[in-house]
């Protein structure tokens, strides 16, 4: 099922001609994001990335107790609007990604592979965005399990998107030294 699943994702977004909408979709996404964020976000409250990687009850507690309720509040709001920033990057990174493997030779299976790391990074970041909304709205009643389930799930798919931008760049870096002594010629 997870392979017939990457299969028709990969036939359906590794596509050159969805990259100005994905590239798009995301840009403004994270526009947005950042925007909201230095909006919202009081000062003394650490970000986003610092909540997402608090790994244990007491680093949560601490985060909460500088933020306060508002800090809280601000969390909250930009969890939400994260999680259409998931797609807007899972798109945007598989569409990249899947349209410089498309057709180049490598192996079909392990261009499924590669293919699907920003995919599992995105499941991973709204199973991290679940976890951490019912932390946030019940702060009375922390459980440190959910908190290192969440960080765990953030660092992996921070892992995830890191090998993802290597894997663009290295494709597009073959892709540019294949096309170079083409021009010459």
Not at 59 to 85: P, Q, T
Not at 164 to 177: D, G
Request: glycine residues 8%.
């Amino acid at each position: 099922m997870y392979k017939k699943t990457i299969n028709f994702l990969f036939q359906a977004l590794a596509v050159k001609q969805y990259l100005i909408f994905s590239g798009t979709f995301f840009i403004l996404t994270a526009f947005v994001m950042l925007i909201l964020d230095a909006q919202l976000q009081p000062l003394g409250c650490p970000d986003m990335i610092s909540l997402e990687l608090a790994f244990t009850k007491s680093g949560l507690n601490e985060i909460l107790n500088k933020c306060g309720a508002d800090g809280i509040r601000s969390h909250l709001i930009m969890i939400w609007v994260d999680y259409l920033f998931i797609f807007a990057y899972m798109g945007f990174l598989a569409n990249l990604l899947g349209s410089l493997l498309k057709g180049k030779g490598i192996d079909y299976g392990r261009a499924l592979t590669f293919f699907s790391f920003p995919i599992i990074a995105g499941v991973l970041d709204i199973i991290e965005n679940t976890l951490l909304l019912i932390q946030l709205q019940n702060t009375g009643s922390i459980s440190g399990v959910l908190i290192f389930l969440a960080s765990s799930a953030a660092a992996i798919k921070f892992i995830l998107i890191g090998i993802t931008i290597l894997l663009i760049l290295y494709y597009l870096f073959t892709m540019k030294s294949r096309l170079e002594p083409n021009a010459k010629n």
